[in-house]
């Protein structure tokens, strides 16, 4: 095994519980963490979209990764086994459930630990030297560590009076920046950096290992936990220990810097996804006022419509009143103008008659003259 910083035990179990519940479970996390529900069930966590699983194989994966999946994302990183154990695992234990899935806790899940904090502390910085003795062998890790009772004090001096190169665990620098854990403040200083290490180194070196804790019955097959670990093809000898050290520093800030970024890009993705919800809505607005005043512009068209038929059946009405009383005037003018013509007719008539008489008159009149003058 060839290690290397890109392995990262948390960021597997979060994308593994993730792909099991189908969402994001940094709330199931919490929740488990302080133990405020104990009742939740393993089914009531799974992705809904999905039908039930009835498959003891099935169910048996399924529990098996939300086991690892738990173990990788414990609330103590020293806890936490690393992806060469959980690969293994994985490997050794792939086998059916005859458990059925409505009666599996996730409380059970949760607080059952794949490895003792004694076995993983050493695996924060630096490498160091472990005995392990016959008993750890009895819980499941198998381990290829020398046996012995050396001191703290004894693990980095042994390897260099005896000129022999044990086998050690290097510490993998982990990337928590897209991790759904709540990630501490890096220290970006490197003079911090060391003064950290330093304390680590010495916490650790003066702190004896406790004795391992008894397993569960279903945990007792044996599997390889700490498998023989090589630097760069070769045995890890007690040289590496300062190029560990810097790659962890370096590995700190390139975490940081990292994480520092993925925070940029969040504050950037929520003001883009704000300034296009803001968007949005300014454009769902525009559209109903832009339906409100088709609708308004509609009834006004439909207004102006019925006020010009209005208008022009107004206009056909009074030019047929119009029409009607000039055909009434014009027969009154004509029956006026035939009863004065007839009127004419007559007065010219009597006129002729009075004249003709008059002349009469004056004839005899004439006569008479003529002859009372004789």
């Not at 069930?41 to 999905?50: C, G, N, Q, T």
């Not at 003792?116 to 290829?144: H, M, R």
């Amino acid at each position: 095994m060839v290690v290397t910083k890109k392995c990262d035990a948390y960021s597997f179990g979060a994308v593994a519980l993730e792909t099991i519940m189908g969402r994001h479970p940094g709330e199931l996390l919490s929740s488990l963490a302080s133990q405020s529900n104990p009742n939740v069930m393993l089914i009531d966590v799974l992705d809904p979209r999905l039908p039930p699983p009835t498959d003891p194989v099935v169910v048996g994966n399924i529990v098996l990764v939300a086991m690892m999946a738990f173990a990788c994302v414990h609330s103590k990183p020293r806890s936490r086994p690393t992806m060469q154990c959980v690969s293994q695992e994985f490997l050794s234990r792939m086998k059916t459930s005859i458990t059925p899935l409505q009666a599996i806790s996730l409380l059970q899940l949760w607080n059952r630990e794949l490895t003792t904090s004694a076995i993983l502390a050493p695996l924060l910085f630096g490498f160091f030297t472990l005995k392990l003795d016959q008993e750890a062998q009895t819980l499941g890790y198998n381990t290829n560590w020398n046996k012995g009772t050396a001191g703290p004090g004894e693990a980095q001096t042994g390897l260099e009076s005896s000129g022999q190169h044990r086998e050690a665990v290097v510490a993998l620098p982990i990337a928590r920046a897209f991790t759904s854990r709540p990630s501490k403040c890096a220290r970006t200083a490197s003079a911090k950096l060391q003064c950290l290490v330093d304390e680590e180194n010495t916490m650790l070196l003066e702190t004896t290992l406790p004795s391992p804790k008894p397993m569960l019955s279903d945990w007792a097959s044996p599997s390889e936990w700490a498998p023989k670990i090589t630097y760069k093809n070769r045995a890890i000898s007690i040289t590496d220990s300062v190029v560990a050290k810097k790659d962890h520093t370096l590995a700190m800030q390139e975490n940081h810097i990292a994480h520092k970024r993925v925070l940029e890009l969040r504050k950037t993705a929520r003001s883009a996804v704000a300034d296009a919800s803001a968007k949005s809505a300014e454009l769902n607005e525009a559209k109903q006022r832009m339906a409100k005043l088709k609708s308004e512009n509609a009834r006004l068209t439909g207004l102006v419509n019925a006020a010009e038929a209005d208008k022009q059946k107004a206009l056909a009405e009074m030019t047929d009143h119009y029409l009607r009383e000039l055909a009434k005037l014009e027969k009154k003018k004509d029956a006026e103008i035939t009863e004065l013509k007839k009127k004419m007719e007559d007065a010219e008539d009597r006129g002729y008659k009075e004249v003709e008489a008059t002349y009469v008159l004056q004839c005899e009149a004439a006569k008479d003259i003529f002859f009372k003058c004789e």
